[in-house]
C-alpha cells in the first residue's frame, strides 16, 4: 500500500514527518496548496490511498481514480469536500477522524465568545487604525451558553463554560446526557442562550440548519458562535440579524465558502469576528490528528 498526502500545508507537512514511524506504510508528502478536482486523476495515480486535509474530491473527477482505494480526510468535515456514499459506489473508502481536537476547537469556541463579548477584534482594529475605541460588553459569568448538537467538542465547552459559572443548555437530535447540562428542547435552547455555540455534524439534514426562522428564535442582543460547519447556518439570514441588531455579535471560524472572497459582506460588519478555519489548529492537535491517519494507514496494508 502507498499513499499521497496531497495538500501539506501550513506546517502540516513537517507535522507528518515528525510522528510518521519507519514500519508505517510509504506516504509521499505534497507541500502545495489544495488540488483542483481536474488534477485529482493524474495526481493520485499509483497511489492506494490519499490524506486530504482541505481539497474537494467531486465524485466526477473521482470516477477516473481507478486504483485509488481509500481517502483518509484528516477531520470529520468529510461532507463538505466530497460525496463519502458516492465514492463508496466506485470503491473508494472514505475514513474520518474524531475526537483528535476537541479540546482545541472548544477552547477556540470559548475564545470566540469572549472576543464577541467584549467586542476584542473591533477595538484591535480601530487602534491599529489610530483610534481610541472604547466597547462596553456583557460579563458571561451567570449568563447562558446553548449547545446546538452535542458530542465531544460541545461536552469540552461546557466543561470549560461550567467551570467559569455559566448555566450551561444544549440540545442534540438523539438523547444524551451530561453532568451540569441541561438538555431542553429545540425553541428553548435559542430563547434562553445569551451565547449560542453550533456543534452539528453536517449532513443533509442538518444543512442550513440555522435559517432566518430560527435565528429570528433567538434571544435579542444574543452571541453566536460557530466553529462546526460554515454551511450549517444562513449566511445572508445572518448577516440581515445582525445589520437589525437582533444579534449583538456573531464569532466564526467558518464559512459557506472558504477561504472567505476578499470583500464579503461579513468583512465590513462590525459586529463580527473571523478566523480562518483554525479552531483545530494546535500542535497537539495536530499530531495527534496525523499520527491516527497513519494508524488508519497501517489498517489497509
Not at 495538500?7 to 514511524?21: E, G, H, I, T
Not at 473508502?93 to 477584534?121: C, P, Q, S
Request: with cysteine; charged share 25%.
Amino acid at each position: 500500500m502507498r499513499g499521497l498526502f496531497m495538500d501539506a500545508v501550513d506546517d502540516l507537512a513537517d507535522v507528518f514527518r515528525r510522528v510518521a514511524r519507519p514500519d508505517d506504510p510509504p506516504v509521499d508528502v505534497r507541500e502545495q496548496e489544495k488540488v483542483t478536482p481536474e488534477e485529482l486523476p493524474a495526481l493520485l495515480a499509483g497511489y492506494d490511498f490519499v490524506l486530504d486535509d482541505h481539497s474537494a474530491m467531486p465524485t466526477a473527477a473521482m470516477r477516473q481514480c481507478r486504483g485509488l482505494r481509500h481517502v483518509i480526510f484528516l477531520g470529520t468535515g468529510a461532507r463538505s469536500y466530497m460525496h463519502p456514499e458516492e465514492l463508496a459506489e466506485l470503491g473508494i473508502t472514505v475514513h474520518i477522524i474524531k475526537g483528535y481536537g476537541d479540546t482545541a476547537v472548544a477552547e477556540h469556541a470559548i475564545a470566540l465568545m469572549f472576543a464577541g463579548a467584549r467586542n476584542v477584534a473591533r477595538m484591535d482594529r480601530d487602534m491599529r487604525a489610530g483610534l481610541w475605541t472604547r466597547t462596553e460588553g456583557p460579563q458571561l459569568t451567570g449568563k447562558t451558553i446553548g449547545l446546538l448538537g452535542f458530542g465531544g467538542i460541545a461536552a469540552e465547552v461546557a466543561r470549560m463554560a461550567a467551570g467559569m459559572g455559566m448555566r450551561v443548555l444544549a440540545w442534540n437530535r438523539t438523547k444524551r446526557s451530561a453532568p451540569g447540562v441541561t438538555f431542553v428542547a429545540l425553541p428553548v435552547l435559542l430563547a434562553e442562550s445569551d451565547v449560542l455555540s453550533l456543534h452539528l455534524l453536517l449532513n443533509d439534514e442538518t444543512r442550513g440548519f440555522l435559517n432566518a426562522e430560527r435565528l429570528g428564535m433567538l434571544r435579542p442582543g444574543a452571541i453566536l458562535v460557530n466553529t462546526a460547519r460554515g454551511a450549517l447556518l444562513d449566511e445572508a439570514a445572518l448577516i440581515a440579524a445582525l445589520r437589525a441588531g437582533r444579534l449583538r455579535h456573531a464569532a466564526l471560524d467558518v464559512f459557506e465558502t472558504e477561504p472567505l472572497p476578499a470583500g464579503h459582506e461579513l468583512t465590513r460588519l462590525e459586529n463580527f469576528t473571523l478566523s480562518a478555519h483554525s479552531a483545530f489548529r494546535t500542535p497537539e492537535a495536530s499530531e495527534t490528528l496525523l499520527r491516527r491517519a497513519l494508524d488508519i494507514a497501517r489498517t489497509l496494508a
